[in-house]
Structures are given as C-alpha cells and as structure tokens.
C-alpha cells in the first residue's frame, strides 16, 4: 500500500513522509504536506474501525468545553477514515510538541494531572453512550483466573518453576488488597501512560493523544494505570524503581484542578498495586503461553524468557506501592 495513496483521500499532495517511531500498536507517519504538517496512523486490527464513533463523541464534548483536543481530519467524502486493502487509515493534526517516555520530574507529573483531571471533570457531563467494541481493558480477576488457567495447562513448560513461584507471590498480595465501597466509574481515556499527554517547551500539558481505548471503566483502575507508568523510573525489563516523590506530586496537581472531585484518594495506592499486579498476571500467563506480548530477540533466549522478567519486574514494583503519608 502506497501511503502517498492513502493520503489522496485528504487531498494532500507533494509529500514527504517520515515514520514516528514513538507507540506501539499503531503505525505512524508524520506527513509533511503543501497543505500543512499531519500525522498518518494505520490503525491495528485490533481496533474495529467503528471505534471513530467513540473518538469523535467524546472530541464533540471536550471541544464545548474548550478543551483542547487535536480532532480527526475528515477525508474529502466526509469521512472520519478510509479503508484501503482491508487496512483502517486515518489523519490528525501534528502538534509541535514534547512528548516524554517517562515522567522526568514532578513538574512534568503535577501539569499532566492537572489536564487528566480536567478531562475527567469534563467526561462526567458527557450524555453519550459509547459503543462498546472490545472486551474492558482492566478487569484484574480475569486476567488472574487466566494465569490460574495457564499454571494448569502447562505443567510441562521450560519455565513453570519460575512462573509459579512468581503467580503465588501476586495471588498473595492480590489477597492483600482491600478496596472499600463500590468501585465509581467514569468516562475514562484508558491508556494514560505519560507518552500520551503532550507537553510544550516549558513542560505545560497541551493535550491528549491516542483515544482508542476510550472506554466506561472505575476511576481507580485509569489512574492506577497511569501511575503504575508514570511512578515507574525504571525500564520495564529492568529492577523497578517507584518514585514516590512523582506519586505526590501527580495527585496535588489532579486536587488542584478540580478541588472537590469526588473520588477515592486514600484508596489510589491500593488502585495502584492493583493494576501493577493484573500487568503482573498477564506477562506471567504469556511467560507460559508465549501468544501475545512482543519480545525482544536480542537480548532474551526465548519468548517466555522475556515475559518472564517483565512479570517478574512488575511484581517487584507492587510491593513499592505504599499509601503516602
């Protein structure tokens, strides 16, 4: 498939194009057009093409609300994509922007929370239902009855001394986690690693990129999510390191913006070690399946081998995850 090809659709012409390496589920290119600067994306197939519905949704919404978002290109049909060789394509704004792979200091945490919470203030008057495309991101017993499943079904396996030694270390901790009260739930992002808010040179947080996990899901597992990613100084595959001093500062700056938000601080730790813990279930369940996450042949013996250590890493990172005083 030739993009200048797909980039027709848009009219845009005379143009060159430059893959951003940056994420990893969809392909992206950055489009340097007479027109004007975009960037390209060709969606994974593991997004329907009806999740545009969503996106444009919940982009209507924010922009009533002045608040900033980079919205699709329609296609010269009016479409909010095209399909070309059974491949899903579609066109944003580029945004001269920052944009960091780990939060490198807690100005940088305390701005991008403070444009979360902003969204999250605002997703709360959202009237719309969204279509539901996929099975929910989090959902942490299924992701630990699927590890059960996996301890059972492959007894044989090269590593299951290994990996069950580490599943009845999260089976333990897991026992350990007391949520109180009903889980609230919101209109969520769901994928808020640091990578996806961009920042501008002085580190303000301008916007949010990559909507196609939006989805109804409990305020606790979003922004556990995103401090288990954001917390975390350390590289996946590497010993973790929780940076506690991050922690604080990303809840100040989400308090400060939206003072009387109603949820459940005292229980974000427990979110936190939580959702690390789910990770945890799912790099061990694929250290014995060796069917899902990518891994890197250079530097591991085998698929497992790499699955292993990251679910080893993550285990490592929850018993970090303390309530601050």
Same mark, same amino acid.
């Given at each position: 498939?030739?993009?200048?090809?797909?980039?027709?659709?848009?009219?845009?012409?005379?143009?060159?194009?430059?893959?951003?390496?940056?994420?990893?589920?969809?392909?992206?290119?950055?489009?340097?057009?007479?027109?004007?600067?975009?960037?390209?994306?060709?969606?994974?197939?593991?997004?329907?093409?009806?999740?545009?519905?969503?996106?444009?949704?919940?982009?209507?919404?924010?922009?009533?609300?002045?608040?900033?978002?980079?919205?699709?290109?329609?296609?010269?049909?009016?479409?909010?994509?095209?399909?070309?060789?059974?491949?899903?394509?579609?066109? $944003?704004?580029?945004?001269?922007? @920052?944009?960091?792979?780990?939060?490198?200091?807690?100005?940088?945490?305390?701005?991008?929370?403070?444009?979360? +919470?902003?969204?999250?203030?605002?997703?709360?008057?959202?009237?719309?239902?969204?279509? @539901?495309?996929?099975?929910?991101?989090?959902?942490?017993?299924?992701?630990?009855?699927?590890?059960?499943?996996?301890?059972?079904?492959?007894?044989?396996?090269?590593?299951?001394?290994? @990996?069950?030694? +580490?599943?009845?270390?999260?089976?333990?901790?897991?026992?350990?986690?007391?949520?109180?009260?009903?889980?609230?739930?919101?209109? +969520?992002?769901?994928?808020?690693?640091?990578?996806?808010?961009?920042?501008?040179?002085?580190?303000?947080?301008?916007?949010?990129?990559?909507?196609?996990?939006?989805?109804?899901?409990?305020?606790?597992?979003?922004?556990?999510?995103?401090?288990?990613?954001?917390?975390?100084?350390?590289?996946?595959?590497?010993?973790?390191?929780?940076?506690?001093?991050?922690?604080?500062?990303?809840?100040?700056?989400?308090?400060?913006? $939206?003072?009387?938000?109603?949820?459940? $601080?005292?229980?974000?730790?427990?979110?936190?070690?939580?959702?690390?813990?789910?990770?945890?279930?799912?790099?061990?369940?694929? +250290?014995?399946?060796?069917?899902?996450?990518?891994?890197?042949?250079?530097?591991?013996?085998?698929?497992?081998?790499?699955?292993?250590?990251?679910?080893?890493?993550?285990?490592?990172?929850?018993?970090?995850?303390?309530?601050?005083?």
């Amino acid at each position: 498939m030739k993009i200048a090809h797909v980039l027709s659709h848009w009219g845009l012409t005379e143009s060159v194009i430059q893959p951003i390496e940056q994420g990893l589920i969809n392909s992206t290119w950055r489009i340097d057009a007479a027109e004007g600067v975009y960037v390209l994306q060709r969606l994974n197939p593991i997004f329907p093409p009806a999740i545009h519905e969503n996106i444009m949704a919940v982009h209507r919404h924010l922009l009533r609300h002045d608040f900033e978002v980079a919205p699709l290109i329609q296609t010269r049909t009016g479409n909010s994509h095209v399909i070309e060789d059974r491949e899903c394509f579609r066109l $944003w704004p580029y945004y001269e922007s @920052v944009c960091y792979d780990k939060v490198p200091n807690e100005q940088v945490a305390y701005n991008g929370a403070q444009l979360v +919470a902003r969204f999250h203030q605002h997703m709360l008057s959202f009237k719309g239902k969204l279509k @539901v495309l996929r099975e929910p991101t989090h959902v942490p017993s299924r992701h630990v009855e699927a590890l059960r499943s996996a301890l059972i079904s492959h007894k044989e396996h090269r590593l299951i001394d290994d @990996v069950r030694t +580490a599943g009845e270390s999260v089976f333990a901790q897991l026992a350990s986690i007391d949520i109180e009260g009903e889980l609230q739930e919101i209109v +969520a992002h769901g994928d808020l690693k640091i990578s996806n808010i961009l920042f501008d040179k002085h580190d303000r947080a301008l916007t949010l990129i990559d909507w196609d996990t939006l989805a109804v899901m409990p305020w606790l597992y979003e922004m556990g999510d995103a401090m288990r990613s954001w917390c975390n100084v350390a590289h996946e595959d590497d010993m973790p390191q929780f940076s506690q001093s991050i922690f604080t500062a990303a809840m100040a700056g989400y308090q400060n913006a $939206w003072p009387d938000n109603p949820w459940p $601080w005292h229980q974000l730790h427990m979110g936190t070690r939580l959702i690390t813990l789910e990770l945890a279930s799912r790099f061990l369940r694929d +250290a014995l399946c060796e069917d899902y996450f990518s891994w890197d042949a250079s530097r591991f013996s085998g698929h497992g081998e790499h699955s292993l250590k990251r679910g080893q890493s993550m285990l490592a990172l929850a018993t970090q995850i303390v309530r601050p005083t």
